[in-house]
């Protein structure tokens, strides 16, 4: 049997010493990048693997990160957690740190979860996703005590905010998406959003209309309420149009709901009336490889860029740093449905 590689070994060939070994596997921020990228090649090189219950001995911690995995609803904007959770796992393995993952159906399961977690393998931080009014998540590990981050804002009353969080402006998505359509030479633009109550919904709504406001025009009776997914978002969208001939563009808060409107733009109607349109225009949100494959143009989310972000602030979150925040911007890509 060959013999276990060690830390010293490690240390020898990549030329420094033991603790800058130590240094650049959990502490990387303190080491120098070419002196990091060197340790990281010998580790790889002499297949060096970290004792992580000595580790946990040594620093009080499990090098553990737990979040929750939604399940999977119609297989579309799936795909946005995906790129989500791809990014935070290299994010953390850059930072010395695994993910563990977890399921749960509500607040109240979720923080059961948590109780089961901290006491079968202490993490020693959490990752929330799919943030909301009046997050019971938060407030319980806030009164705890516990170190965590959001992948979306806090959608909160409270005028402090206690907690890391980093999110997308949809506001500035939709708006963008909007503009892009007035650009165009469109004037009757509806939206098909979700039900009022969902802070990111809401928040995608809101850009619309701004949008419109801004242009001096009217979205009164332009936008349609629905839960999401294709089936929906095309039995809102063919009554949108049914009832008001005039509209010449669609933008929708996801891809789901904007590919099933796209089912009903491209289909012929007798009603419509305007010759200058002979399709109608969908935009969606998300930028889902179902998107690219239909061209449908989309507000894409620099996903890979929250996730990291959302590990940075995490870790300074660990090492005592007081709460921060940040609100990425969002692009239009655009394709041939817009």
Not at 31 to 42: F, G, H, I, S, Y
Not at 224 to 233: C, I, K, Q, S, W
Not at 280 to 302: C, E, M, R
Not at 307 to 316: D, E
Request: hydrophobic share 45%; with cysteine; proline share 6%.
């Amino acid at each position: 049997m060959a013999e276990k590689v060690t830390i010293a070994d490690v240390a020898r060939v990549a030329g420094v010493s033991r603790q800058t070994v130590s240094n650049a596997l959990n502490t990387p921020e303190v080491v120098r990048p070419e002196t990091r990228q060197r340790v990281l090649e010998v580790v790889e090189e002499l297949g060096y693997r970290v004792n992580l219950a000595a580790r946990q001995m040594r620093t009080g911690r499990s090098g553990l990160i737990a979040i929750r995995v939604d399940p999977v609803s119609d297989g579309i904007n799936g795909s946005v957690f995906d790129r989500f959770l791809h990014g935070l796992t290299e994010a953390a393995a850059e930072a010395g740190h695994r993910l563990l993952l977890y399921t749960a159906a509500d607040d109240h399961k979720e923080i059961a979860a948590f109780e089961d977690l901290l006491g079968a393998h202490e993490p020693d931080a959490f990752v929330l996703t799919s943030t909301h009014h009046k997050d019971l998540r938060t407030t319980w590990l806030l009164d705890r005590q516990l170190p965590f981050v959001t992948f979306g804002r806090p959608w909160s009353e409270l005028p402090d905010v206690r907690h890391p969080w980093v999110d997308v402006d949809g506001a500035a998505g939709t708006e963008a998406a909007t503009e892009h359509l007035l650009a165009a030479g469109h004037r009757r633009i509806a939206f098909i959003g979700w039900p009022p109550g969902s802070g990111v919904g809401d928040d995608r709504r809101l850009g619309w209309a701004r949008a419109l406001a801004g242009a001096g025009l009217d979205p009164t009776g332009l936008s349609r309420e629905t839960p999401d997914g294709a089936a929906e978002g095309e039995a809102v969208a063919r009554d949108l149009l049914a009832g008001d001939p005039d509209i010449t563009a669609l933008v929708c808060a996801s891809d789901s709901l904007a590919l099933g409107a796209l089912q009903v733009a491209r289909s012929p109607n007798p009603a419509w009336h305007s010759e200058a349109y002979r399709r109608i225009a969908v935009i969606g949100f998300d930028d889902t490889p179902v998107a690219k494959a239909i061209g449908l143009t989309s507000v894409h989310q620099p996903l890979t860029e929250a996730a990291a972000r959302c590990m940075s602030l995490l870790s300074r979150a660990l090492e005592g740093s007081p709460p921060s925040h940040l609100l990425l911007p969002p692009f239009l890509v655009v394709r041939q449905s817009a």
